[in-house]
């Protein structure tokens, strides 16, 4: 069947792996990549797809409302895929008003555009869908008291279950209360309710997914995994946020484009599904297993760059500990992580070591600047 999809955010770090999966897999689907290009922005991200003739990119903002309008009639669009935001809890704690502009106007420009469009439509919202992606975060915290004997890592599902059963229902759950802490996960909460909102008020055909921090290839290097992995490379200090003792829920970035390709395919309306990886780390352990890693495939010693650790004073705020659980997304659909942490942080790692000048052109701004020109950015 012919689609036509905008996927905004794009040119981001999961949004350009869910562009190329949908690309890649679905030739008979218009795929259109909308996406401001901020910082956070980069079209290098989807060189290898970007001649098919099933793939387009718009630059636009997404708090642009009528341009969006204007783009829903032109290009016919049923189905939306969202993740175009700001992302960054560090940057949020600095500039709140830029993350409630993007992640809560902006989405609800979409929204609004999306209904106005629909609605004028003989058939209605029927074959639309509206697909919100969101984080773990607008859950809150976890607590960090680990059962005796049972610490973290949890890398597998069966680690993870007997976590789960120390711990009780100390995971996130679809059903956990919103209770967001930084301005980030503030304003993805709020975007959430709207979504949510445009369902219950309105009969859009919605669905919101709530993942776990996602690692792999094309992420910024603002991010913990990738900026350690170039600060290793470059024998720079690897800033750590109090003692290093936050808990997270790592997911492989592909897997997590598979389940959003599941999930806007074979998701319930109006349902939620949290996205998990089974894969709990403190940050300080998982810091080590990346110099380890780097180290090793740099051919040196391996913990020869350990001394790079550097503890700083704590970020404000800071979440003690992230686990999702994401059992109704197994059960109902069937999706489950594919890559064992050891193989996804491996492949991650080489894949930066291999792709250096891309590494150097986002961390020297190179690549912005190329497409300022191609684009004429305002
Ligand atoms: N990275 C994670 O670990 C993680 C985990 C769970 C959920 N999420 C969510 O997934 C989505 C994508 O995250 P990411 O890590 O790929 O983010 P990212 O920062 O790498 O990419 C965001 C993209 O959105 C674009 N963008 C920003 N503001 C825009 C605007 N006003 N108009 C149009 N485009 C704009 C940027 O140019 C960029 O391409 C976000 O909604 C985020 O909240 C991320």
């Known amino acids: 069947m012919k689609r036509?999809?905008?996927i905004t955010g794009g040119a981001g770090f999961i949004g350009s792996h869910v562009v190329r999966l949908f690309v890649n897999k679905y030739p008979e689907y218009n795929i259109i990549n909308l996406d401001k290009l901020t910082y956070a922005g980069n079209l290098a991200n989807l060189k290898d797809i970007e001649d098919k003739p099933n793939y387009k990119f718009v630059k636009m903002d997404i708090c642009d409302f009528d341009a969006f309008y204007q783009l829903m009639q032109d290009e016919q669009i049923?189905?939306?895929i969202h993740l175009a935001a700001e992302s960054h809890v560090d940057r949020s704690i600095k500039d709140p008003f830029t993350f409630a502009r993007?992640?809560?106007?902006?989405?609800?420009?979409?929204?609004?555009?999306?209904?106005?469009?629909?609605?004028?439509l003989p058939e209605k919202y029927e074959g639309k869908r509206f697909y919100h992606i969101?984080?773990?975060?607008?859950?809150?915290?976890?607590?960090?008291?680990?059962?005796?004997?049972?610490?973290?890592?949890?890398?597998?599902?069966?680690s993870s279950s007997q976590h789960h059963e120390a711990y009780g229902e100390d995971f996130f759950l679809e059903t956990t209360k919103y209770n967001p802490h930084s301005p980030y996960s503030a304003s993805k909460a709020g975007s959430d309710h709207f979504v949510r909102a445009f369902h219950d008020?309105?009969?859009?055909?919605?669905i919101v997914t709530n993942c776990s921090?996602?690692?792999?290839?094309?992420?910024?290097?603002?991010?913990?995994?990738?900026?350690?992995?170039?600060?290793?490379?470059n024998r720079k200090p690897l800033p750590v946020y109090g003692k290093g003792e936050n808990v997270r829920d790592w997911l492989?970035?592909?897997?997590?484009?598979?389940?959003?390709?599941?999930?806007?395919?074979?998701?319930?309306?109006?349902?939620?599904?949290?996205?998990?990886?089974?894969?709990?780390?403190?940050?300080?352990d998982i810091i080590k297993v990346v110099i380890n890693t780097v180290d090793r495939l740099l051919g040196r010693k391996e913990g020869e760059d350990l001394d790079l650790i550097t503890y700083v004073t704590d970020r404000l705020g800071h979440d003690a500990r992230y686990a999702i659980d994401s059992t109704k997304l197994q059960r109902e659909l069937g999706w489950e992580p594919s890559l064992q942490f050891e193989e996804g942080i491996e492949k991650t790692v080489k894949w930066y070591l291999e792709n250096q000048e891309w590494l150097d052109n986002v961390t020297s701004g190179v690549y912005q600047k190329y497409y300022e020109n191609m684009y004429q950015v305002k």
């Open 213 to 233: 921090n996602n690692y792999g290839p094309y992420q910024f290097p603002e991010k913990l995994i990738p900026l350690f992995i170039n600060n290793i490379r």
């Open 252 to 284: 492989f970035v592909e897997d997590h484009a598979r389940a959003i390709d599941i999930i806007f395919h074979e998701g319930k309306v109006a349902e939620t599904y949290n996205i998990g990886g089974y894969n709990e780390w403190k940050n300080i």
């Open 4 to 6: 036509n999809i905008v």
């Open 201 to 206: 008020t309105y009969g859009m055909p919605t």
């Open 102 to 120: 993007t992640n809560v106007m902006g989405t609800l420009s979409l929204l609004q555009a999306a209904k106005l469009y629909w609605e004028s």
């Open 78 to 80: 049923d189905g939306i």
């Open 134 to 158: 969101s984080t773990d975060e607008v859950y809150g915290a976890l607590s960090m008291t680990h059962p005796e004997g049972i610490e973290p890592p949890f890398t597998t599902k069966a």
